[in-house]
């Protein structure tokens, strides 16, 4: 559970704390030194880290390498390092790793929101959240790579509804003033991706 200072303090402001607790639930981690590394879809064991210098330096160690997460949000290190020498002690202090972790994530909602046609029925937010969480995990999101994509801007679609979408926690005037496209709904209820499929 994740501390409402902490939250109000650093979190991205387009998120609500309640998006903000169930993206880190999600798709973070409950400690701030953790470090998680991939290679080739494969799982390294590293060792734990037990100061924000040790974390640091195992993420330096395979930034470049391999796919590094690192934190609460289990941010993706090496995104926009040229130098893994750069990386900051401060990528693994809360705040900050918060920070930046919830306007990543705001980007992505909002790169998964215009895919949908940024609709305003909150019953579709809980699958946007959804596949934004796995494009947070995979680094992907219909074949584009999110964490360089540039932000399409707009209103993440978040500010008037609960993650669970239930909307119960709504607040008037939130709402975007965009006018759903009706044509879109439903239509992305199932998505299989046969790109990798021989095909082209």
Known sequence: MLDATLIKDCADPSLKPA???????????????AVTVRSGGLLILV????????????????AGKAVVRVGLTQFPAGVGVKDPADLKPDLVEPCEN???????FAKILRIVGK???????DDVFPQIFEDAVYAWKTGEFEGVGVFQA???G??????NVSPSGDGSDSH???????????SKFGSAEIRIDLSRIGGK
């Open 19 to 33: 998006i903000v607790e169930q993206f880190v639930t999600a798709g973070g981690s409950a400690d701030p030194l």
């Open 47 to 62: 060792p734990g880290a037990k100061s924000a210098d040790e974390a640091i330096a195992i993420v330096r160690q395979y």
């Open 98 to 104: 918060l920070r930046k972790g919830t306007a990543m």
């Open 115 to 121: 895919w949908y046609g940024n609709p305003t029925n």
């Open 150 to 152: 540039p932000d399409p």
């Open 154 to 159: 707009g209103n993440t679609g978040t500010r």
């Open 172 to 182: 008037p005037g939130d709402a975007t003033a965009e006018t759903p496209d009706a």
